[in-house]
């Protein structure tokens, strides 16, 4: 009769447990003002230090493009200066020579003006080069926008699991007291034994222990995501359905060879390297410029004054200098060859993350599918351990056990889901398509070409277009 009642009562008890564990996750459901991923990666994208940091860099890429062109255009100087002679003179016509004194002081002022006529195209490639350097900096900065938006998926993810976790393992620990005090009590009127009671104080002390360290790993989840997102998280809304992503792995391979920004960065360096040799060898050309000036000289003690102007044509050509310009040659050969070499590694890893992101897809969908097969099971064997317990043929250690392989097994498919959606998007980072356009974010987004626009021919800063870029310069600073 002891052995019934014993059995009877853990019976109660793991029943209780099995409807608690399944009622958590009822209990879990996102409030009507949850926070989407959507809303997080939106955030993301506008608190960045990192997207403004490279947004600066752009900026002073296209700048490059202004002082190239501004090469072409004529040049201006004003010139002054004051200057004070000393010194004397002997005059030996006459016995004892006359001395008189040399002392003036004299003020020139001057403008003076030069425009290139030709260069060999060095000015002209310049310019190339440069604009090059602007798409290659536009695409490093899509490269970035793609890093900060996979790094805000991993965030978003990562705090909505670890919390589902922190409150599975709080109501696993619920349910271990309760076993444990009910174990407590059916001790004090002899109906269990001493290790009955010792087999839910070790349980309990375990959960603790998972609790802590689920705990743990929440905390450090919040604190990146406020790092990432730029605030601290709320409530939290579960994932949506997952991107759209194409079938065939071969397919997806061929659209990041063609689009990824990795490569197209890659691509634009190897053109301006191409250019730049072609630079280097223009130099050995003659340069001709038309040149000018006008001055005016004041003898401030005798208050005569005198102007004068010239205008001509220069021409210049290196003929020897140590050969350093051979060596700038043959410089910008091997930079252009180390670009080429850079180009097939980015191709090549590209093509990798390819494959390696849909391996990784199709290893997360597995492991959901095995962890959701694993809760099915475990049910049914808790179920079948419950039962077995009440008929004597299963210890309380047994149905512990029955307990906490279905706890773990939920806890893990929080974590394979979580991880589903990791490798979905970072298919999207491996094919170039994790982008605030791609994904259709709610946000402004920033546009790489506004500032080139405005910049590229060089407008002074008096001019109505250099007041605009003046203004735009401010609004784009960060308090």
């Known amino acids: 009769m002891a052995v019934n009642r014993k059995t009877r009562g853990a019976a109660r008890i793991v029943r209780k447990a099995a409807f608690s564990i399944g009622v958590v996750f009822a209990l879990a459901g996102p409030a009507a003002q949850a926070e989407t991923l959507a809303d997080a990666l939106a955030s993301a994208y506008q608190n960045s230090g990192l997207l403004d940091q490279n947004r600066a860099l752009l900026r002073a890429a296209d700048e490059d493009v202004a002082g190239a062109v501004a090469a072409l255009r004529p ?18 016509g006459n016995v004892g020579g006359i001395v008189s004194g040399l002392d003036s002081t004299q003020a020139d002022m001057g403008l003076v ?9 060095a000015a ?20 970035v926008e793609q890093q900060i938006l996979l790094r805000a998926v991993v965030a978003y993810l990562s705090v909505y699991a670890n919390r589902d976790a922190v409150q599975l393992r709080q109501n696993n620990l619920r349910l271990l007291s309760e076993e444990l005090r009910a174990a407590q ?12 009671v010792a087999q839910a104080e070790a349980s309990l002390a375990q959960a603790r222990s998972g609790l802590a360290t689920a705990q743990g790993d929440l905390q450090q989840a919040i ?5 990432v997102i730029g605030r601290q998280p709320g409530q939290i809304a579960p994932p949506p359905q997952l991107p759209r992503l194409e079938g065939d792995v071969e397919a997806a391979r061929a659209l990041a060879v063609r689009t990824h920004p990795d490569l197209q960065e890659a691509q634009h360096r190897v053109a301006a390297s191409e250019i730049n040799i072609q630079r280097a060898e223009s130099a050995l050309k003659p340069t001709i410029s038309a040149v000018g000036s006008l001055g005016i000289t004041d003898d401030l003690e005798s208050r005569d004054y005198s102007n004068s102007g010239t205008i001509g044509i220069e021409l210049s050509q290196p003929i020897y200098r140590g050969g350093a310009l051979s060596s700038t040659i043959r410089r910008a050969i091997a930079a252009r060859d180390a670009e080429l070499g850079n180009l097939y590694e980015v191709r090549k890893t590209v093509s990798q993350d390819v494959g390696n992101a849909y391996a990784a897809l199709a290893a997360r969908r597995a492991s959901l599918s095995a962890s959701e097969e694993r809760i099915r099971a475990a ?9 077995e317990a009440t008929l004597g043929a299963r210890t309380t250690l047994d149905v512990l056990d029955a307990e906490q392989e279905l706890l773990d097994a939920e806890t893990a498919r929080i974590s394979d889901e979580a991880n589903l959606y990791i ?17 259709n974010l709610g946000v402004q987004q920033y546009d790489p070409t506004a500032y080139y626009d405005l910049a590229k021919d060089a407008p002074t800063t008096t001019s109505e277009q250099g007041r605009q870029l003046d203004r735009v310069l401010r609004s784009l600073q960060r308090n």
């Open 379 to 387: 049910r049914i064997a808790f179920r079948g351990v419950r039962e």
């Open 124 to 143: 002209s490639l310049d310019v190339e080069a440069a604009k090059e350097t602007v798409l290659a900096t536009r695409q490093r900065l899509v490269s």
């Open 185 to 196: 009590d059916r001790f004090e009127v002899g109906e269990v034994t001493r290790t009955d």
């Open 423 to 439: 490798a979905a998007y970072g298919v999207l980072d491996a094919t170039g398509r994790l982008t605030a356009q791609n994904l």
């Open 75 to 92: 040049i201006l100087n004003f010139t002054a200066n004051v200057t004070r002679n000393f010194g004397t003179s002997r005059s030996t």
């Open 113 to 121: 003006a030069s425009l290139l006529l030709y260069d060999g195209g």
């Open 223 to 227: 604190e990146e995501y406020q790092n």
